[in-house]
């Protein structure tokens, strides 16, 4: 035994050595994909299907950006035309009143067209952001419950939240990207076309910002990528400061926690300050371009002018465009971002729509209806979560209508596995489960769900009001239904005296109530369901042995006129089931009731003399001792 | 503390005092609050806005030169060709120069503002860090988590953005118009009214849409979070929803969350769209305007082609603030709403914190005591907790048992001041827990909770939780104890092996006995068991009792528990009812009472027998 004991004093360090050595918060983050592919065909193909039912706005708003680019390229000509033909000192006016009504129309198309384009664009992304979480969410209703077993529900939650949003982006930006591009290349056609040389010379600035943004670009990516990184993992110390709240106060941890997450969220504003610094670098740049340009202009324009090759119009148009002219090239590269970050988004939520669905209704499937005979049969199953170590081996036994049936066994035994099958929340590997004689995989989910009541051991309730978690999905349940409900297992008592009664909105999944409290709940909601069987988990563990007595008589009445199939650890519920059946290691091996299974002198007959009021309470050396011993007999 | 660490820190401020300006100017407007924040960075908020002040200026003589340009060139017919080029020259390098200097100038202005932005926003978060860890139970009971996360990512992001985004666009804006206008009217006063004609609607349409658009703001983050707590329940009650058959339920919830959501997302896109789109229309009105009655001045001789083109020019330049008036308007809504949520938040009153002169809490005998205690949660009608009297000393494990609701958790509760007792008191040695301070009445009462919350770090990282100073032998003495010590081995790094959310998952027995580790690193005067051993099989248990009795001997032990055999060694047992105690003694006192506690116990099959003897059999 070492020498340190729990007895010495624990505070071996200077408590004002606010830097622990051990201490974090927040989680190191997961280097996530970025400098991905901008452009990912099978990611485009995939989101465009999204996109499709709102086509023809998409094209409209197409074509309203290519009004609107227009609009803008003609703006400045017509302002060059009506200075130079309009304008002529002491001339009339009929000219300038054309180029001023030309210039009235095209500002109204400018106007509809960018009313229109960004409204249907806006609607748009949001119909289609909105789309995919809910195909997403969908999904995730129907892929089978293996998957969701492993999958964390914050990893689901970034792909529903997070990567939607960044489609949205995507999506909103890319038709305006579109009008960028095309301005871009009006700008330079019209630049050409008014003087050839004078366009050239000023487009001669282009080649010189694309050189220093290849330059800028890679250690900007980074500097960008590194401020997104620390932002989201000072959130995620936040977050973790919120949902850990109560371990924190309790342990006494705020003081260390908050140096902790000082120098997080400086470290964060650091790396913001350095993605700021190389965005605005970019400024001055683009400023030095524009204004050679425009001295490009005046002088080498204005000697045309004197040499009577150039109008002043023109010089005042192309003066126009060189102001136009770095936006669209500015948008277009932080638009390559954006498709980067959508790529990944778009192949992330595409992984969560490719789930395979494993369990699906089988076309023509029977729907169950209450006049079944409410039967349960396990015929030869064999079933494993990995098909190499099966927890079912080669079970069979049957369930008569009406009759109650305990399932007992040590842990890791196989009763919840065989309990999850007869609502087929996974498939047999072989044989079958039938339910009122039909194979499960033969009849509708939804029909099966309602005719097989669940309870699971870990109760889970929902925001909501105490009546709405207890009614759940069976609508057509009254109040009254809901209290009788509630009655019968003995709820009634204590919901009465919640601040609300039946109204009192349950915070937090449920945190203003006791474990026992949202067990009970969770029995009346069984209840309510009212269905032919009934699968129950008994949860010893969550509901102390006075509220176990009054779930005990509601049982009884539950179980009246239904098949009850029960995964028992109480005594008391397993003496009074009308038959038990011994699961081990996934085999049964005995069954009957008890003073047959007392005979039999068995795994279960040697349990039961150990005087153990749950079964949950023998320690698992035990049953190992036991079992080794019986199979050595 | 080294020079470096010295200079990081005076770089970085006190965080203490960034708090302090936090809760500052508590009940007075947000945005004004947010201001004060800003200019907490006079420094950078002086260049800031002389910086946009500048750059405004230099953009303001851009229109100028280049008017001077058009004028040049249309003279230059009838003036000597050198002289001319020269002027040409001139103009052409002084507009070069200032599109420079606008560059540069403009290049402070954002990242001075995004600084200043950046620093309100990195005080902010150390302030709401802070308070969530400072609210109590009670609070956290009330609202939410979503959404507090949803005041402390989304909330304070539009806090942060309004000075750069809000403010200094403010003064970009006075100065543009402002200066714009005088240079504008004393040139031409008909031209300058009409090119400054649309200011005025535009300062009309965004004032009514900063009304919508906040309303608008509001109600969307809300029914964004109703969805967001639609998805997270339904994905982590998964099993439920199969076992119910709810899919079909579950999806009109989000469905019916979700179009109310997409409803106001809709509604503020069209709010938006429409009004810059109305704001830019009456940008080119004027425009059209100018050209109109400019064109006809140029006709008539009163101005020259090159003003003319300056009033254009000008207006171009304003177009793009004007558009960016919008997005002005929409950060002030944005500021003002979240300002509100998030100060509101940042306001809340601490029901639980030291009171002014608390002094440390000293232990010399170990003595608890429970004197006349009641306790009523916070608009409940019905007291939870009724005259609860009784005195534990060192060394004494007292059991307590009742049904759910009877208020046994709330009791174990009011020792380390989650809540407080809101009748009587509750004394360790003589001292009422409400006059000690806080850190050293937690750092003496371990309460080992039902629900455990793991962190995302090692395990070695989560047992040593509440004393991160621990050393390594005293951490796996802990997991000893708790009989966590031989998994934790069996895990790839062994203690270094990271759990949480995003790491390895573990049982819920194996979490419990991680939380009983973490309380058995502490040296506690008090140690509450919150019905923390449930699904802990009773060998294990049994296992971690033996190990952890042999350092009881200096600590008063609670035991709340349902399961009977863990109270079987308890030195007296409370059954509580309806927030009394109704019964005491002993395990076997109580049975010879033939009370309520005797009704439990027979209530099971058969009585639960001393584990220890049939541990003992071979």
Known sequence: MSTAGLDEDPRIADPDDQHPPRATVGSAHIEEEVFGKAYDPRTVRRIWAFVHPYRLRIYLSVFAVLVFTATQLAIPLIIGYAIDTGMAAGGDATDLAWAVLAFAAMVSLNFIASWVQEKQVGNVAENVLFDMRRAMFKRLQEVSLSFMDKTEVGRLMSRLQGDVNSMQEFLETSVVSIGDLVLLFGIVTVLLSLDWGLGLLTLATMPAL?????????????????????????????????????????????????????????????????????????????????????????????SLVLNGGLQVGVVVAFLFYIQRFFDPIRSLTMQYSIMQRAMTSGRR??????????????????????????????????????????????????????????????????????????????????????????????????????????????????????????????????????????????????????????????????????????????????????????????????????????????????????????????????RGADRIIVLQNGELIEQGNHDQLMERKGLYARLYTMNYASFDDIPDDLINAVAAEKSGT | MSILTAGRRRSRGDARAHVAAAHAGKGSSPLLRITFLSLRHPVQVT?????????????????????????????????????????????????????????????????????????????????????????????????????LITVGLLDLDGIRMFFSTGLIRVVLLTVLIGVGAWMLLSTDVLLGLLALSFVPFVAWRSSVARLGLRKIWLDLQEKLSVLTR?????????????????????????????????????????????????????????????????????????????????????????????????LMVNSFARASTCGNRFFAFIDAPVEIEDRPGARELVITEGTLEFDGVGFTYDGASQPTLRDISFTARAGETIGIVGAPGSGKSTLAHLIPRFYDATTGSVRIDGQDVRDVTLQSLRSKVAVVQQDTFLFTTSIENNIAYGNPWAKETRIEKAAESAQLHNYIMGLPAEYDTVVGERGVSLSGGQRQRLSIARSLVLKPA?????????????????????????????????????????????????????????????????????????????????????????????
């Open chain 1, 210 to 302: 694309f050189v220093v943004r290849i330059f800028w670009l890679p250690p900007a990516k980074r500097a960008f990528w590194a401020a997104h990184e620390t932002n989201s993992a000072t959130n995620g110390a936040m977050a973790e400061g919120i949902n850990g709240v109560r371990t924190i106060q309790n342990l006494d941890r705020q003081k260390v926690n908050f140096h902790l997450y000082d120098d997080k969220a400086w470290g964060n504003l650091k790396t913001q300050l350095t993605g700021s610094r190389y965005a605005q670098v970019m400024v001055p740049i683009v400023d030095t371009l524009t204004g050679i340009s425009m001295a490009t202009v005046i002088v080498v324009g204005g």
């Open chain 1, 349 to 574: 939520i595409t992984e969560v729509l490719d789930v395979p669905v494993t369990i699906a209704d089988r076309p023509g499937a029977i729907a169950l209806t209450r006049d079944m005979d409410g039967s349960v049969d396990f015929d030869d199953v064999v079933f494993g979560y990995n098909p190499k170590y099966p927890v079912l081996k080669n079970v069979s036994f049957h369930v008569n209508p009406g009759e109650t049936v305990a399932l007992i066994g040590p842990t890791g035994s196989g009763k919840t596995s065989a309990m999850a099958l007869v609502h087929r929340f996974y498939d047999v590997q072989s044989g079958a489960v039938r339910v009122g004689g039909h194979d499960v995989r033969d009849v509708a989910q939804e029909s099966l769900g309602q005719q097989v009541a669940m309870v699971l051991q870990e109760p889970f309730l929902f925001t909501g009001t105490v009546a709405e978690n207890i009614r759940y999905n069976k609508a057509g349940a009254t109040l009254e239904d809901v209290i009788a409900a509630a009655t019968a297992v003995g709820a009634h008592e204590f919901i009465t005296r919640l601040p609300d009664g039946y109204d009192t909105v349950l915070e937090q999944r449920g945190s203003n109530l006791s474990l026992g409290q949202r067990q009970l709940l969770s029995f009346a909601r069984a209840l309510v369901a009212d269905a032919k069987i009934l699968v129950l988990d008994e949860a010893t563990a969550n509901i102390d042995s006075y509220t176990e007595r009054q779930i005990q008589k509601a049982l009884e009445t539950l179980l009246d006129g239904r098949t009850g199939l029960v995964i028992a650890h109480r005594l008391a519920t397993i």
């Open chain 2, 47 to 147: 260049i800031a806005v002389a910086a946009t002040m500048i750059a405004a200026l230099l953009q303001l003589l851009i229109p100028r030169l280049l008017g001077q340009a058009i004028d040049q060139a249309e003279n230059i017919v009838s003036v000597a060709s050198d002289t001319a080029h020269n002027g040409l020259w001139a103009t052409a390098l002084t507009l070069l120069a200032v599109s420079v200097a606008r560059g540069v100038f403009t290049l402070f202005q954002n990242y001075f503002a995004e600084s200043v932005g950046h620093h309100v926003g990195y005080e902010l978060r150390l302030a709401f860090y802070d308070k969530v860890q400072r609210l109590s139970y009670s609070y956290h009971d009330k609202v939410h988590s979503g959404d």
């Open chain 2, 230 to 326: 639609i998805m997270e329940e339904n994905l982590g009650g998964i099993r439920v929803v199969r076992a119910f058959s709810g899919q079909k339920h579950e999806l009109d919830k989000f469905d019916a969350a979700s179009a109310e959501a997409l409803r106001l997302a809709h509604r503020r896109t069209n709010t938006r769209v429409r009004n810059t789109s109305m704001m830019t229309f009456s940008f080119f009105a004027a425009m059209g305007l100018v050209l109109w009655f400019g064109g006809n001045k140029v006709i008539a001789g009163e101005i020259s082609v090159g003003t003319l083109a300056s009033f254009l020019t000008f207006m171009t330049i304003l177009q793009m603030p004007v558009r960016q008036l919008g």
């Open chain 2, 526 to 618: 008090v140690m509450v068991f919150d019905d923390s051993t449930a699904a802990i099989d009773a060998g294990t248990e049994h296992r971690i009792r033996s190990a952890i009795r042999r350092y009881a001997a200096n600590r008063v032990t609670i035991i709340i528990s349902h399961r009977l055999s863990s109270l079987l060694h308890a030195d007296r047992i409370l059954f509580i009812e309806d927030g009394a105690i109704i019964e005491q003694g002993t395990h076997a006192d109580l049975l010879a009472l033939g009370g309520r506690y005797k009704a439990l116990h027979d209530l099971q099959t058969r009585p639960v027998e001393d584990i220890d003897a049939l541990e003992a059999r071979p």
